[in-house]
């Protein structure tokens, strides 16, 4: 199965940005789907991107203006700009992908990366 390894996390103050890459080790094209997930200390882990193949993406509330993700298929990177972020955006960021045919059953993880923002 293809592998993800995220990157890009750290610390950064209120206000500012980072970016997110998460490498595969073969072709992103050979997901059905792909999403970012976090998880904060003591919370559960919710989604903060998806998209399905061939169709467009989709943003949690309250990451939308803020966030946007993207993909380099000749790469194989999916992205996640961050901007604008919030001492509540602090968490582990999963990239995620779906080798079912749905392309909404996440089987293949990547191992985090921190991302901490100060206030």
């Known amino acids: 199965q293809v592998q993800l390894v995220e990157s890009g996390g750290g610390l950064v103050q209120a206000g500012g940005s980072l970016r997110l890459s998460c490498a595969a080790s073969g072709s992103i094209l050979s997901f059905n789907g792909m999403a970012w997930y976090r998880q904060a200390p003591g919370k559960q882990r919710e989604l903060v991107a998806d998209?399905?193949?061939?169709?467009?993406?989709n943003y949690a509330d309250y990451v939308k203006g803020r966030f946007t993700m993207s993909r380099d298929n000749a790469k194989n990177i999916l992205y996640l700009q961050m901007n604008n972020l919030k001492a509540e955006d602090t968490a582990v960021y999963y990239c995620l992908g779906s080798t079912y045919p749905s392309g909404y059953e996440y089987d293949v993880w990547g191992p985090g990366t921190q991302v901490t923002v100060s206030s």
């Open positions: 998209f399905i193949s061939g169709g467009n993406t």
